[in-house]
């Protein structure tokens, strides 16, 4: 790593994305995934997506530092990138901190270090306690089915990112770290890898509550709306982007589940 301050970034990282122009930082480049700040983000180019990307334009773009994270992005985008690499590795929301200031000293853009003070007093702040009226889950867009009991009452969630086969998240992740602090996370099974398959039967086991998140996968379309109507068990679609994407996003949505002042 250089001894001076990179200024020109690329981002392989949505979530890195959108911190990093919302802290200042010359963002030169980006994946597709990479939404917001939309009227922003429209202006960069695009090197392709989290798994494949076309590293040889970097220098042509002037990028002088490329952004990874270990678990979005292949180990071969940090050994045949052509100019200098920071890979961050968050796997909890207590490995913000210490990740956006590696980010901060690799960019020079000074407002990570409030962005990781404010994560600071995130992870440190109690977590909250699971509300019992069902449309104050946080996160939450809309009710599939609505349940008929108290959140509390519910012994398993299933987070669900993915359908064919049905996968959801498991401890150990940076969503579940997420649901701990919204209190659901010590409902979460355990499981051997961090995104298991989930069985009919586990779907609809009794006493299940199954958040669909809006992303990775479009639970929210008609067509998947409706295969979820049809399980059994109450269902919420929930913000996938406040939940996984954990930069800037997923920070102003534990502030606010949290009451935590930034």
């Known amino acids: 790593m250089p001894d001076r301050p990179i200024r020109r970034v690329a981002s392989l990282v949505p979530s890195w994305t959108e911190t990093l122009l919302e802290a200042g930082a010359p963002v030169v480049a980006r994946t597709r995934f990479c939404l917001h700040p939309a009227e922003r ?5 695009v090197l392709g997506g989290t798994k494949q990307a076309d590293l040889e334009r970097l220098p ?19 050994e045949e990138s052509p100019v200098p690499v920071v890979a961050t590795h ?3 929301v207590a490995d913000l901190p210490g990740e956006l200031r590696r980010l901060r000293q690799a960019t020079g853009a000074a407002a990570l270090d409030d962005m990781a003070q404010r994560w600071e007093a995130v992870v440190t702040a109690p977590p909250a306690p699971l509300p019992e009226a069902p449309d104050r889950l946080p996160g939450l867009v809309e009710w599939v089915t609505p349940p008929a009991r108290p959140l509390a009452d519910h012994a ?14 498991a401890p150990g992740t940076f969503i579940a770290s997420m649901l701990e602090r919204v209190g659901l996370g010590d409902r979460l099974a355990p499981a051997a890898t961090p995104y298991p398959e989930l069985a009919a039967d586990e779907l609809a086991a009794p006493d299940t509550l199954l958040l669909a998140a809006t992303e990775p996968f479009p639970f929210h379309r008609p067509r998947w709306r409706a295969e979820l109507a049809s399980l059994g068990v109450p269902v919420a679609l929930v913000d996938g982007e406040r939940y996984g994407w954990f930069g800037l996003r997923a920070l102003r949505f534990l502030e606010d589940a949290l009451a935590v002042a930034p």
């Open 90 to 92: 968050v796997r909890d």
């Open 41 to 45: 983000v429209a202006a960069l180019p």
């Open 156 to 169: 398993h969630v299933h987070y669900l990112i993915w359908r064919g086969p049905w996968m959801r998240i």
């Open 60 to 78: 042509e773009l002037g990028a002088e530092l490329l952004v990874l994270d270990r678990e979005e992005n292949p180990r071969a985008f940090a």
